[in-house]
């Protein structure tokens, strides 16, 4: 069973920082395609940042610059660290996982999905 939990999200000033966490179970971590999503009420999902297995990374262009996606393979862990937030960062925020493939961005080309941390940033 594939299992991803989200943590690190919460309530922060415009200019502020969080970093984002999500821990895998029930599979060989590396091996995976990982992603980050978001979506705030009333909008699309979007895909935020994603790291393949070879270590390509890509991120959207709204978040280019400030965030950071980023793994720790020993410990299973993939993180997005947050910087110069922005009112519109707020959403609720999700990781992801796939195995068969990696399209950056595209929700639904991942099959795994966590329980989301809410971010909120206010300005």
């Known amino acids: 069973q594939v299992t991803l939990v989200e943590s690190g999200g919460g309530s922060v000033q415009a200019g502020g920082s969080l970093r984002l966490s999500c821990a895998v179970f029930g599979y060989t971590y590396s091996t995976y395609c990982m992603g980050w999503f978001r979506q705030a009420p009333g909008k699309e999902r979007e895909g935020v940042a994603s790291i393949d297995t070879d270590g390509s990374i890509s991120y959207a262009d709204s978040v280019k610059g400030r965030f950071t996606i980023s793994q720790d393979n020993a410990k299973n862990t993939l993180y997005l660290q947050m910087n110069s937030l922005k009112a519109e960062d707020s959403a609720m925020y999700y990781c992801?996982?796939?195995?068969?493939?990696?399209?950056?961005?595209?929700?639904?080309?991942?099959?795994?999905w966590g329980q989301g941390t809410q971010v909120t940033v206010s300005s």
């Open positions: 992801a996982a796939e195995s068969r493939y990696c399209f950056p961005g595209r929700g639904s080309a991942f099959r795994y």
